[in-house]
C-alpha cells in the first residue's frame, strides 16, 4: 500500500517563528489530505490538494503540492500557541487512507 | 449539524474478553471508516464501511471486525482481546465512498486492557 514519510517528527518552535512539515512519497499520488489533531483532540481535515503545483492557503498557512505529485509539505507563518498539535498528511491509495507519522508542533512562549 | 458522535468514549477490559464500540455518522453521510491510534503505530486504517459494504479492510488479525446498519451507524467488534489493542480506536465518515473526501472524526473510543 500507500506509504508516506512525514518529517519532521517533532518541530520545537519559537513563538512568532515560521516552519515547513513535509510529506513524502515514492510514488505519484492522486491527491493529499491534511489534518491536525490538538492534544487530547481528534483529527481535524484542513485541506486537500489535488493538482500539480498546487498552492493553497489558509490564513497563515500555505500547503503546497509538488510538480511530480510526490510531495507535499505545510509552512506554517508567524506561529502561535494555538498551532500546537500533530499535523497528519493522509493519501487515498487502494481503497484506505494512509496517514503519515505526523510532525508533532511545540509552541514556545 | 451533529458531529460523529462515538461511544464509549473510555473502556477498561481485561484481555480475552470482547468488546464492541459504536459510531454515529454525521446526518447524510454514507461512509463511515475506523483508524486505530497508538504512539506506536500512529494512526492505522482498521476498515471502511459504505452502503453496509466493507470495502476495504487494513492490516489486522481477523478477531477486529465491523458491520454497518441501514441508517450508517456502525459497529466495530474486537475479539479475544490483546494487551496490544489498548488504542485509541477513531471513527471517521463523509458523504461519500472513501477516495478524496474529508474525513470527519470523532472523538474516538479509549479502549484499555488489563
Known amino acids: 500500500g500507500q506509504q508516506v514519510m512525514q518529517i519532521p517528527q517533532y518541530q520545537h518552535v519559537q513563538e512568532g517563528e515560521d516552519f515547513t512539515t513535509y510529506c513524502n512519497s515514492s510514488t505519484t499520488l492522486s491527491n493529499i489530505q491534511w489534518y491536525k489533531q490538538r492534544p487530547g483532540g481528534h483529527p481535524v481535515f484542513l485541506i486537500q490538494?489535488?493538482?500539480?503545483?498546487e498552492v493553497k492557503k489558509q490564513k497563515r498557512l500555505t500547503f503546497q503540492f509538488g510538480e511530480a505529485k510526490k510531495n507535499s509539505s505545510l509552512h506554517i507563518t508567524a506561529t502561535q500557541t494555538t498551532d500546537v498539535g500533530t499535523y497528519f498528511c493522509?493519501?487515498?491509495?487502494?481503497?484506505?487512507?494512509?496517514f503519515g507519522a505526523g510532525t508533532t508542533v511545540t509552541v514556545r512562549a | 449539524k451533529a458531529g460523529v458522535t462515538q461511544t464509549p468514549r473510555y473502556l477498561i477490559k481485561t484481555r480475552g474478553q470482547q468488546v464492541t464500540l459504536s459510531c454515529s455518522p454525521i446526518?447524510?453521510?454514507?461512509?463511515v471508516s475506523w483508524y486505530q491510534q497508538t504512539p506506536g503505530q500512529g494512526l492505522q486504517f482498521l476498515f471502511e464501511?459504505?452502503?453496509?459494504?466493507?470495502?476495504n479492510k487494513g492490516n489486522f488479525p481477523g478477531r477486529f471486525s465491523g458491520r454497518q446498519f441501514s441508517n450508517s451507524r456502525s459497529e466495530m467488534n474486537v475479539s479475544t482481546l490483546e494487551l496490544g489493542d489498548s488504542a485509541l480506536y477513531l471513527c471517521a465518515s463523509s458523504p461519500g465512498a472513501l477516495g478524496g473526501q474529508p474525513q470527519h472524526f470523532g472523538d474516538g473510543t479509549r479502549l484499555s486492557i488489563l
Open positions: 464501511y459504505f452502503s453496509e459494504t466493507q470495502r
Open positions: 446526518s447524510g453521510h454514507r461512509s
Open positions: 493522509a493519501v487515498y491509495d487502494d481503497y484506505k487512507l494512509s
Open positions: 490538494l489535488v493538482k500539480s503545483g
